[in-house]
C-alpha cells in the first residue's frame, strides 16, 4: 500500500555530481523521516543522509561537505544532491522512510535500490 521508487541512479565519472530523488506514494497521512542508505560490494550498509519532518539533516563523515539532502512534503519526495563524487561513492543506495498511513499505523518502508557507479 505504500511504496518508495528511487530515481537518478546511474555512470558518474570523479568529480561530477547526480542528484537522487525517491517518491514515496500510497496510502500515506504523514512521513516522518526520510533516509538516504548504500550498499557497497563486500560492506555494511551505512547511513549516508537523513533528513526529519521538520527539516532537519543529518550526514555521514564521509559525505558531509559534498552531498545535500532535502525533501518536498507536498510531494512526499526526498533528494540526495550528491558532489565531488568519488569511486569510493559507489554503492547501490536505498531511500528509506518512516510512514503513517491512513489507519495510523507507522513503520519504515525501503525502496527497491538505484545503483551509482563513479568511474573513469
Known amino acids: 500500500q505504500v511504496q518508495l521508487v528511487e530515481s537518478g541512479g546511474g555512470l558518474v565519472q570523479p568529480g561530477g555530481s547526480l542528484r537522487l530523488s525517491c517518491a514515496a506514494s500510497g496510502n500515506i497521512f504523514r512521513i516522518m523521516s526520510m533516509d538516504w542508505y548504500r550498499r557497497a560490494p563486500g560492506k555494511e550498509r551505512e547511513l549516508v543522509a537523513a533528513?526529519?519532518?521538520?527539516?532537519?539533516?543529518n550526514y555521514g563523515d564521509s559525505v558531509k561537505g559534498r552531498f545535500t539532502i532535502s525533501r518536498d512534503n507536498a510531494k512526499n519526495t526526498v533528494y540526495l544532491q550528491m558532489n565531488s563524487l568519488k569511486p569510493e561513492d559507489t554503492a547501490v543506495y536505498y531511500c528509506?522512510?518512516?510512514?503513517?498511513?491512513?489507519?495510523?499505523?507507522?513503520?519504515?518502508?525501503w525502496g527497491q535500490g538505484t545503483q551509482v557507479t563513479v568511474s573513469s
Open positions: 533528513i526529519n519532518s521538520g527539516g532537519s539533516t
Open positions: 528509506s522512510a518512516v510512514i503513517t498511513t491512513m489507519g495510523m499505523t507507522s513503520r519504515g518502508y
